[in-house]
């Protein structure tokens, strides 16, 4: 074999590396992006089981009392990326590709891991913060729940616009 032939195959193996670390990094970030969305799914099944039980049993103050809280409290078993409550300062230890409780904020947060493939959130480090909130009958419009109006049930609200940049052809694959 002559050099020339070496040279070639030196190239394009070093081309089909970088084609399949590529690849790779594609596939990483769309299942991060699934297992992201798949908790989310968890938790909003999970608050709308709990809404509908406290709300037949007519306990308003329960349901209100999870404006804030940790929802991962109502998961079994807790998913294996949750890192538990923590203070804004131990937050920043907290490893890419985890999710955690805020306590003093009331908020739910995820650490991204694949930031090339993802926009919006908050950044430094790069994160989507999410909120339980109550839905209420708002009799009067005033988009505010009053004493009268009652809570009707509880969601999981993502308080940063975000989306993941991976293709649709990925998705199906």
């Known amino acids: 074999m002559g050099v020339l032939e070496t040279v070639i195959a030196a190239i394009l193996i070093s081309l089909f590396i970088v084609i399949f670390f590529g690849r790779i990094l594609s596939i990483s970030a769309t299942i991060e992006r699934e297992a992201m969305q798949q908790t989310v799914n968890h938790i909003s099944s999970a608050l709308n089981i709990e809404a509908l039980t406290l709300y037949v049993k007519g306990d308003q103050k329960r349901l209100a009392r999870w404006e804030g809280a940790n929802p991962i409290k109502l998961l079994s078993p807790l998913p294996l990326q ?77 308080l940063d616009n975000y989306s993941w940049h991976v293709s649709e052809q990925e998705n199906t694959n």
Do not use: C, M
């Open 82 to 158: 949750y890192r538990g409550s923590l203070t804004e300062a131990e937050a920043i230890q907290v490893a890419p590709g985890s999710w955690f409780f805020d306590e003093d904020a009331g908020l739910l947060i995820y650490r991204i891991n694949h930031i090339d493939q993802f926009s919006g959130g908050r950044a430094i480090p790069e994160r989507v913060r999410f909120r339980v909130e109550a839905t209420f009958d708002d009799s009067n419009g005033n988009l505010l729940r009053d004493e009268n109006e009652k809570i009707t049930g509880l969601k999981l609200n993502a």
